[in-house]
């Protein structure tokens, strides 16, 4: 009997992992394109000349999505907006994160 319980313990816990893992799993791919559409639309923001508000999204794309490549152009173009407002100092600082944080994403740019 005490085997019994150990088996439908292990079970329903595998079962909770399961379900767990599959919520995981569904938000990061949620909240690749969510940082993509962030990205995009910094992008916009940017052409506009508000710097401010893309900036912002940006920063968010970089620090709220598991994509890789999301995070990296976030990271690229707060570089590029850095480097255009004169601070060379953050925009390697993006450049360094975009490198550490995520080297496997480089590889496509």
């Known amino acids: 009997m005490g085997r019994f319980i150990v088996a439908i313990l292990v079970v329903v816990g595998l079962a909770y992992l399961g379900i767990r893992g599959y919520g995981w799993f569904k938000q990061g791919g ?13 992008r916009a923001l ?5 710097t401010a508000e893309a900036t912002a999204l940006l ?7 598991k994509d890789g490549a999301a995070a990296v152009n976030a990271l690229m173009l ?6 255009e407002s004169g601070d060379t100092e953050a925009a390697l600082a993006f450049l360094k994160r975009a490198k550490d944080d995520f080297p496997l994403s480089l590889i496509h740019i």
């Open 30 to 42: 949620e909240g690749a394109a969510q940082a993509g559409g962030w990205v995009e639309e910094a």
């Open 46 to 50: 940017r052409s506009e000349g508000k």
């Open 59 to 65: 920063e968010k794309a970089a620090n709220q999505t």
């Open 78 to 83: 707060l570089a590029e907006t850095a480097q």
